[in-house]
């Protein structure tokens, strides 16, 4: 079973802030997908990586395959990035299966 | 296109009661997954179906749980009896390629059992 960790599970900020956010995994992986979750509920996909760094807008995502790490930046974050961030592993051996991190709770104040 | 579509958005019942909860993916999306949030254990996958067949139901947490997908428009999630230890946020996503791509979540059903 793949464990995924986040760090860290809670991170206030000051708006123009570079916001990091990691999460770790236990074994390999085909696949990481990054999730936001708005306050009122609704999850949005952000990235799905298998390799390499990925960018849209002002969130970068990397993956280091060998660490089994990926981590998600924020650069410029504003009040409005306020969310969930979850990090989510596809398994190599999975038949589509995620395992999912508990989270990062972001909180961006003016 | 619309998006996921889940119904009803918030769902308020008694232990005992039958709870069917409904969603419609977005049109040519082949998969089909129902997902489970708590506070205590996150995000769970329960059930996903390609092009209308399930394909892995061991998520489901016990045989109270059934899943459907008469066509490709349209599932549902029963749970029959219900308990409280159910109360939860139901997620039903869809997407072209399974977890290898881009899943669309639905907007969730929160339901409460009393």
């Known amino acids: ?110 | 296109d619309a998006g996921v579509i889940q119904s009803p958005r918030h769902e308020v019942t008694e232990m005992g009661q039958e709870v069917t909860l409904r969603c419609k993916p977005i049109s040519g999306h082949d998969y089909l997954f129902w997902y489970r949030q708590t506070m205590m254990r996150g995000l769970e996958l329960l059930i996903y179906f390609n092009n209308n067949v399930p394909i892995d139901d061991s998520g489901m947490p016990e045989d109270r749980f059934s899943a459907k997908m008469p066509n490709a428009s349209f599932s549902t999630l029963k749970i029959q009896p219900s308990e409280p230890r159910d109360s939860a946020v139901y997620f039903c996503a869809s997407s072209w390629a399974g977890s290898t791509d881009t899943q669309y979540f639905g907007p969730g059903t929160r339901l409460t059992v009393l």
């Not at chain 1, 995994?25 to 952000?46: D, K, N």
């Not at chain 1, 990235?47 to 760094?53: C, D, Q, T, V």
């Not at chain 1, 969130?59 to 981590?71: C, F, G, M, V, Y």
Request: a positive charge; one cysteine or more; proline letters at 4%.
């Open chain 1, 1 to 110: 079973k793949n464990e995924v960790e986040q760090s860290p599970q809670n991170l206030t900020a000051q708006e123009g802030e570079f916001i990091t956010i990691n999460c770790s995994y236990s074994v390999g992986i085909s696949a990481l997908h990054w999730l936001q979750q708005h306050p009122g509920g609704g999850i949005v996909s952000l990235f799905m990586l298998s390799s390499g760094k990925k960018k849209h807008g002002r969130l970068i995502a990397t993956i280091n395959i060998q660490e089994k790490h990926s981590s998600l930046h924020i650069t410029a974050s504003h009040p409005r990035d306020s969310a969930v961030y979850i990090c989510a592993v596809l398994s190599g051996g999975s038949n589509y299966k995620l395992t999912f991190g508990k989270g990062t709770l972001l909180t961006v104040n003016p």
